[in-house]
């Protein structure tokens, strides 16, 4: 999960700070001072993460685009330079526009924005952004929701007492729950200086940034191995008394799966798994260039140097065109996969899966899922010619009767289209004119759609003075009767708008 850090270099930042050493200090070195600490921190457990720094104060400025040379990103925090007043909302422009060109609207984001709490003054500042939300143009729309999926992390170098005089917390809390809600603002406890700084910055990194490690196994074989990014709790909706369900810190592989039979199954996230050794190694090596650390990436690279069974596991499931299936705790699982990033490079991934004994439903449960060798036959045939999945129901469900459901425009437009055919083709088509009537005042009805009902029978009424000389008297007549019943059906009369009701053709005789 990449992380964009948007710094504050407006003049407020520059307010001194009073400590007790003789060194003179602002707010903006107590800022860097705690970004150092992140940017070791990440460099340290968190290198295979991409990491931006944007600064803004009126404008914005892209210092360092994603990298992941942490060295970069500290440089460039050493040469801050001080400009005008904080404009928050063209800093949140600029975090759009940085992450969607880089990595698109799909990839979820962290942004870590760090400031003192000063919301600017006058036009552009976060007051009258927020004021202003709803007198806007389309094309000037506040940025919040970001179109990508976001965690959003308010560091404020400024206590809470300080900010509740005015109403900065207040705003800086509408920001949070206008980005979604997923995030938190932090503030500095008690005097301003470089402990507090140290401690508001060490509760962002337990937050968002503490590593995963578990330890991966597979019978009597087994791997520490860390994941990327940390995996989130997952709260079930339909539980009476839900609860965040995590991951397990064991993993236990329970057996693996062709890639065909699992196809491209629903998942709610995925993350990178590498092995703890590898991980270590590729820091041994390390020389601290920029281009570096793309090398540890690929697990396999590392395999000649010690021997890990997640490096076993990587390639056999390469070469082998299979998944592993993964328990991450009770009743809740995932899968292990290779992954390509490129030709020459492959991931070792996992994916985690909805929470349910069951979450593939072609497979059925997973806990009755078992070996090859444990069946009467080879349920893929000698020749690998059949596969036992989709496993087929107990119950056959009969699927005779058609449900109409309109989930777009074109659907119902399809639906009235073919009446009006039916319609022109009359009494040739009465039959099916009826029957594809009957099946739209159904539907109808069950939506509690009656306008449907009267725009239909409008259009009938037309249909029929538009009819041609040429055409058969019955005709006039059927579409008059149609339109005449649906009409009475739109009014809600329980004579005409019975569900279970058909409307049957009006009796004609031109027989003489």
């Known amino acids: 999960m990449p992380t964009v850090v948007v710094m504050d270099v407006s003049l407020s930042m520059t307010r001194p700070v009073s400590l007790e050493s003789s060194e003179e200090f602002q707010r903006k070195n107590l800022a860097v001072h705690g970004l150092t600490m992140l940017f070791e921190h990440m460099a340290a457990n968190y290198r295979l993460e991409f990491t931006s720094l944007v600064a803004f104060s009126s404008l914005w400025e892209l210092l360092v685009p994603f990298t992941r040379d942490y060295n970069t990103l500290q440089e460039a ?99 949070l729950r206008l980005s979604g809600g997923d995030g938190q603002i932090f503030t500095m406890e008690g005097q301003l200086c470089l402990k507090s700084v140290q401690a508001m910055f060490g509760r ?33 909706d339909d539980e009476v008394d839900p609860m965040p369900r995590v991951v397990n810190t064991d993993l236990e592989i329970v057996g693996f799966i062709e890639i065909g039979d699992i196809s491209s199954p629903p998942v709610t996230s995925r993350h990178l798994v590498l092995p703890i050794a590898v991980i270590k190694e590729a820091e041994d090596v390390s020389t601290g260039a920029a281009e570096e650390p793309e090398e540890e990436v690929s697990a396999s690279q590392m395999a000649g140097k010690s021997p890990n069974f997640c490096v076993l596991l990587h390639g056999s499931l390469k070469v082998e065109g299979m998944v592993a299936l993964v328990q991450l705790g009770p009743d809740w699982y995932g899968m292990l996969y290779s992954q390509a990033d490129s030709k020459k490079k492959s991931n070792l991934m996992m994916s985690l899966f909805e929470p349910g004994p069951e979450p593939l439903p072609w497979l059925g449960k997973v806990a009755h899922l078992g070996p090859i060798s444990e069946a009467a036959e080879n349920p893929y045939g000698e020749d690998d010619s059949k596969s036992p999945f989709p496993v087929q129901p107990s119950i056959k469900r009969s699927y005779a009767q058609n449900v109409t459901v309109w989930i777009k425009a074109s659907g119902l437009q399809t639906d009235v289209q073919k009446i009006l055919r039916n319609a ?75 569900f279970d009701q058909n409307i049957a053709p009006m009796h004609t005789d031109f027989s003489s």
């Not at 939506?447 to 409008?458: A, I, M, P, Q």
């Open 77 to 175: 925090l050493s040469n801050l330079e001080d400009y005008d007043k904080t404009c928050i909302e063209s800093a949140l422009n600029g975090v759009s526009n940085v992450v969607q060109q880089e990595w698109g609207s799909s990839c979820p984001c962290q942004v870590v924005l760090v400031t003192d709490g000063s919301l600017g003054i006058g036009k552009g500042s976060l007051r009258h952004s927020l004021q202003t939300l709803k007198q806007r143009a389309d094309d000037k729309k506040f940025p919040l929701p970001f179109p990508f999926p976001t965690k959003m992390f308010i560091l404020c170098v400024a206590n809470s007492e300080e900010l509740q005089t005015t109403d900065a917390m207040e705003n800086l809390e509408e920001l």
């Open 204 to 236: 962002l990194i337990d937050q968002a940034y503490s590593p995963f490690h578990a330890v991966l196994h597979c019978g009597n074989l087994s791997s520490d191995v860390q994941v990327f990014p940390r995996p989130e709790p997952v709260v079930v």
């Open 424 to 498: 022109r083709k009359l009494p040739e088509k009465t039959q099916t004119f009826y029957k594809e009537l009957n099946r739209l005042r159904k539907a109808a009805l069950a939506f509690g759609f009656r306008e449907l009902l009267k725009g239909v029978g409008d259009l009938l009424e037309r249909e029929c003075t538009l009819l041609p000389d040429s055409a058969h008297p019955d005709a006039a007549f059927q579409l008059s009767h149609a339109a005449k019943q649906l009409r009475l059906a739109s009014a809600g009369d329980s004579q005409y708008a019975a």
